[in-house]
T-cell receptor, first 115, second 114 residues
């Protein structure tokens, strides 16, 4: 089946620094990738939708200048958390789908801790 | 707006017990409905889906029927196993939304004891 990887699986950074999370589709071309945030014991909250080669579409309430999303190729999307603060600590999950398919394939997630 | 509501967990069952996890939805159009499962340390996996009213999705012994009249998509399994222990998410996708973005319920943790 389709495989999506994320790197790193966990990261600890200091407040004020930036951290980049990668999402890769390993065996298919992902025309659309999604970034979610999951709080403990809570649901996945969609942050943004990105289509290859175009700007991401952010959900209401998500700061686009803080959460920079790049989808420069059909197999890679990155999420950069800029000037991270402790409240940005969370579990970030990406998913990907190919053209003409509704099904999303999920990465294993990245645990971000900001100290 | 669109939303998904599912029962809170954790749900704790003995092996071979019957499972029901309730899920109801609110949607403006005609959504597709999904159940995803997240095993410990792994990403979400699609468990089953239904794209129109009265459709029944099934996989690995799990079933769910798309009930438009009650706006529900309850997950059932006749005999659970320890290996079914995971978090289950109900989700919807508006068919009119070309991005196919998903709206998730809060998730229900299932613990199956031997």
């Amino acid at each position: 089946g389709a495989v999506v990887s994320q790197h790193p699986s966990w990261v600890i950074c200091k407040s004020g620094t930036s951290v980049k999370i990668e999402c890769r589709s390993l065996d298919f071309q992902a025309t659309t990738m999604f970034w979610y945030r999951q709080f403990p014991k809570q649901s996945l909250m969609l942050m943004a939708t990105s289509n290859e080669g175009s700007k991401a579409t952010y959900e209401q309430g998500v700061e686009k200048d803080k959460f920079l999303i790049n989808h420069a190729s059909l197999t890679l999307s990155t999420l950069t958390v800029t000037s991270a603060h402790p409240e940005d600590s969370s579990f970030y999950i990406c998913s990907a789908r190919s053209q003409n398919s509704y099904e999303q394939y999920f990465g294993p997630g990245t645990r971000l801790t900001v100290t | 707006g669109n939303s998904v509501t599912q029962m809170e967990g954790p749900v704790t069952l003995s092996e071979e017990a019957f499972l029901t996890i309730n899920c109801t939805y609110t949607a403006t159009g005609y959504p597709s409905l999904f159940w995803y499962v997240q095993y410990p340390g792994e990403g979400l996996q699609l468990l089953l889906k239904a794209t129109k009213a009265d459709d029944k999705g099934s996989n690995k012994g799990f079933e769910a029927t798309y009930r438009k009249e009650t706006t529900s998509f309850h997950l059932e399994k006749g005999s659970v196993q320890v290996s079914d222990s995971a978090v289950y998410f109900c989700a919807l996708s508006e068919t009119m939304d070309s991005s196919y973005k998903l709206i998730f319920g809060s998730g229900t943790r299932l613990l199956v004891r031997p």
